[in-house]
C-alpha cells in the first residue's frame, strides 16, 4: 500500500485536500489522536529518511505555484545535509514541509538530542511541517510566521512526540547549520529602518523588494555560530546581479563568508527548469578564496524532472572538501581572481567548461562530398527515366518535362 492522495486524505478524515491542513493540525493538539495517526502512517510507511508529503503538497497545496520550488528534491537535500555533515542545532528557514530538515536529521543520526529550529509562513505548510517533526520524533521549535520582518503568528515547541503551543516570541539563538530552500525572487517589505536591523546593518543595502535572495542569505548567516556552517539553494541571479545585491555579495567576498559555490543542474525542481545554485558559507574562514563547482552537466535525466544519483552527490561532496581544481568542473578561485571579474560569481568566469570540436580532416570531407555527388547523380537519372515514362498530353505539361530534365543536363 502507498501513501496516496487518496489515502492520505482517508487518513486524516476529509473529502478533500484542501481541508487536510485544518483537520491534521486539530489532531496534532491532541496527543492521543496525534498517535493514534502516527501508528495509522507508520503502518503504510516505515521509511523516515524523506518527506512523505511532498508530491501531495506540491500538487495539492504549494503557496508558491508561479515558483514551482516548494519542496526541495531529496538529491538535493542529501547534497546540503552533507555539505553541512554532523551538528547540534539546526536552523531551517522556509522550512515548507521539513524536507531539508528531515534530510539533516537522518544524516545527523536521528538523533533526539539535536535540536532542529524551523521558520515557515505558509498557513497551510505548517500542519504538515509539525507533523513530519513530531512522528520522528525530533526536538524542535517552529516559528510560524516571517523570519524577514520578524512578524510571528505562532510559536511551537516538539518534544516526546508531543506539541506545545508557546505563548511568547522566540529569540532564536545561535546554531551549528543553516539550511534552507527560500522562495526565489519573492517579494518582501524592505523597509529603510532594516538597515538598522543586526542581520543586515554590516551590508549597507537591504537585498531589493522584488528580489528577497539575499535577505533570506543575510537572515540564515546572522543566526549561524562562529564555528558553523550554512548552505542555501538560491537562483543563480544572485551570482552576478548588480546594484543593491551587488554591493551585499561584494562585502561577503571582503569578508571571507562565501566558502563555496556549487552549480546544480537544470529541471531538479518539480514544474521548473530553471537552474540553481548551492552557496555554502562559513565564518571567521581564514582565507576568501571560492571552491567553484560546475555540476550542471552531470545528472540523471528523467521525464519530467531530472535527478543527482549518488555517484553525482558523491563528486560534489568530495570536491567541495578536497577543495582542487578539476578539469571543466572545479576551480578553487583566489581573493584576487574573483576580485578581478569585479566580484561578479557567474560560474563560467571561473570554471571553463568549453568544448573544442575537432579538427575536420579535408580529405575525409572530400570523399563525402564525393559520395553525396554519387547519390545526387543517381537520384537525377531515375528522376529522368521517371519522367520519359510519363504520358502527357499538353503542351504545356511536356515543356515543364524538357525544362526539367534540361536542368539535369539530360535535355
Not at 562565501?258 to 529541471?267: C, E, R, S, T
Not at 553525396?372 to 521517371?386: D, G, R
Request: proline residues 3%.
Amino acid at each position: 500500500m502507498k501513501l496516496t492522495t487518496e489515502k492520505i486524505n482517508e487518513l486524516l478524515g476529509v473529502d478533500d485536500a484542501y481541508k487536510a491542513p485544518e483537520a491534521l493540525m486539530n489532531i496534532l493538539k491532541n496527543k492521543d489522536t496525534a498517535r493514534n495517526l502516527f501508528s495509522s502512517f507508520l503502518a503504510i510507511e516505515t521509511d523516515l529518511s524523506f518527506d512523505w508529503f511532498h508530491e501531495y503538497f506540491q500538487e495539492e497545496h504549494a503557496d508558491r505555484k508561479q515558483k514551482k520550488q516548494d519542496f526541495t528534491p531529496n538529491s538535493v537535500g542529501k547534497v546540503l545535509s552533507l555539505i553541512l555533515g554532523h551538528s547540534e542545532s539546526t536552523l531551517d528557514v522556509a522550512a515548507g514541509t521539513g524536507g531539508l530538515t528531515i534530510k539533516k536529521w537522518w544524516n545527523d543520526g536521528q538523533s533526539t538530542n539535536n535540536e532542529y529550529l524551523c521558520e515557515e509562513l505558509s498557513d497551510r505548510a505548517v500542519p504538515f511541517l509539525l507533523f513530519n517533526l513530531m512522528i520522528r520524533g525530533m526536538k524542535a521549535q517552529v516559528i510560524h510566521g516571517d523570519s524577514l520582518n520578524g512578524v510571528t503568528k505562532k510559536v511551537y515547541k516538539i518534544s516526546d512526540y508531543e506539541l506545545t503551543e508557546i505563548n511568547e516570541k522566540l529569540a532564536i539563538e545561535k546554531v551549528d547549520a543553516v539550511i534552507s530552500n527560500p522562495p526565489y525572487s519573492a517579494k518582501w517589505d524592505a523597509s529603510p529602518t532594516l538597515l538598522d536591523d543586526p542581520r543586515f546593518s554590516h551590508y549597507e543595502k537591504l537585498a531589493p523588494k522584488t528580489k528577497a535572495d539575499f535577505a533570506f542569505l543575510l537572515h540564515g548567516y546572522y543566526h549561524l555560530k562562529d564555528s558553523g556552517t550554512m548552505a542555501i539553494v538560491l537562483p543563480h541571479g544572485v551570482l552576478f546581479r548588480g546594484a543593491a545585491e551587488g554591493v551585499i555579495r561584494k562585502k561577503l567576498l571582503e569578508d571571507g563568508s562565501i566558502d563555496a559555490v556549487i552549480g546544480l543542474p537544470a529541471n531538479l525542481f518539480f514544474g521548473t527548469s530553471i537552474p540553481t545554485v548551492v552557496i555554502v558559507l562559513k565564518k571567521n574562514r581564514q582565507t576568501r578564496d571560492v571552491i567553484f563547482i560546475d555540476s550542471s552537466k552531470e545528472f540523471d535525466k528523467g521525464k519530467n524532472q531530472n535527478s543527482l544519483s549518488d555517484d553525482h552527490i558523491n563528486k560534489i561532496i568530495n570536491t567541495y572538501k578536497e577543495r582542487k581544481d578539476i578539469e571543466k568542473y572545479a576551480n578553487l578561485a583566489s581573493y584576487d581572481e574573483i576580485t578581478e571579474n569585479d566580484f561578479n560569481l557567474n560560474i563560467p568566469r571561473f570554471v571553463d567548461t568549453f568544448e573544442e570540436e575537432e579538427p575536420i580532416n579535408p580529405f575525409d570531407l572530400l570523399e563525402d562530398i564525393r559520395k553525396t555527388n554519387e547519390e545526387l547523380a543517381k537520384t537525377e537519372k531515375e528522376l529522368v527515366s521517371m519522367l520519359d515514362e510519363l504520358v502527357v498530353d499538353t503542351d504545356e505539361s511536356r515543356a515543364l518535362i524538357q525544362a526539367t530534365k534540361e536542368v539535369f543536363g539530360n535535355g
